[in-house]
T-cell receptor, first 112, second 116 residues
Framework: EDKVVQSPLSLVVHEGDTVTLNCSYE??????LLWYKQEKKAPTFLFMLTSSGIEKKSGRLSSILDKKELFSILNITATQTGDSAVYLCAAATQGGSEKLVFGKGTKLTVNP | GAVVSQHPSRVICKSGTSVKIECRSL??????MFWYRQFPKQSLMLMAT?????????EQGVEKDKFLINHASLTLSTLTVTSAHPEDSSFYIC????????????FGPGTRLTVT
């Protein structure tokens, strides 16, 4: 059965801290790994990672994929209160169905 | 960027009635749309995959006669919850991808369904 496991499930930090969110996956016909940020409503797309070892960056956020060890991390540096959200990791499968298998998410709370 | 809308954003209905939720891709044609359900403090659970012009593919455990999906055009998919029960109360989210072979899904804002 395909599964994605995220850790920690929740995290509380102070503004300015750096955080690392973890995502491991076991998926048949793996294609890519996606990270989403979910605040009050639906998830918004952050990154899609297809190749191992290539870091993707967007401002204070960065992510990398290790296809040998089957995991990905999402780093957020100099956290701000606006970073408070649930961060979801999803593994995408290749083939006709193009499904995403989501992890349960990491709830990040950044306190001022 | 690609925009997906959902309507309504929130709906309250009585037990036994049916509710239709619309999902539209506003600035692109979506060959495939997905319907998810999310329970409080839990992740998104894929309910079904909807391809334009063909029958939806339902995930194991999802009743196709209860959750009717129609993908009538390249910009519109609908989910109808038939004979709703309180346990159907949930947050329903649709997503769409542009073209086949793409994995980047664009999510709608979600619909909060409460069945009384």
């Amino acid at each position: 059965e395909d599964k994605v496991v995220q850790s920690p499930l929740s995290l509380v930090v102070h503004e300015g801290d750096t955080v690392t969110l973890n995502c491991s996956y076991e998926v048949t016909n793996f294609r890519s790994l996606l990270w989403y940020k979910q605040e009050k409503k639906a998830p918004t797309f952050l990154f899609m990672l297809t190749s191992s070892g290539i870091e993707k960056k967007s401002g204070r956020l960065s992510s990398i994929l290790d296809k040998k060890e089957l995991f990905s991390i999402l780093n957020i540096t100099a956290t701000q209160t606006g970073d408070s959200a649930v961060y979801l990791c999803a593994a995408a499968t290749q083939g006709g169905s193009e499904k995403l298998v989501f992890g349960k998410g990491t709830k990040l709370t950044v306190n001022p | 960027g690609a925009v997906v809308s959902q309507h309504p954003s929130r709906v309250i209905c009585k037990s036994g009635t049916s509710v239709k939720i619309e999902c539209r891709s506003l600035d692109f044609q979506a060959t495939t749309m997905f319907w998810y359900r999310q329970f409080p403090k839990q992740s998104l659970m894929l309910m079904a995959t909807s391809n334009e012009g063909s029958k939806a593919t339902y995930e194991q455990g999802v009743e196709k006669d209860k959750f009717l999906i129609n993908h009538a055009s390249l910009t519109l998919s609908t989910l109808t919850v038939t004979s709703a029960h309180p346990e159907d109360s949930s947050f329903y989210i649709c997503s769409a991808i542009i073209g086949r072979g793409k994995n980047e899904q664009y999510f709608g804002p979600g619909t909060r369904l409460t069945v009384t």
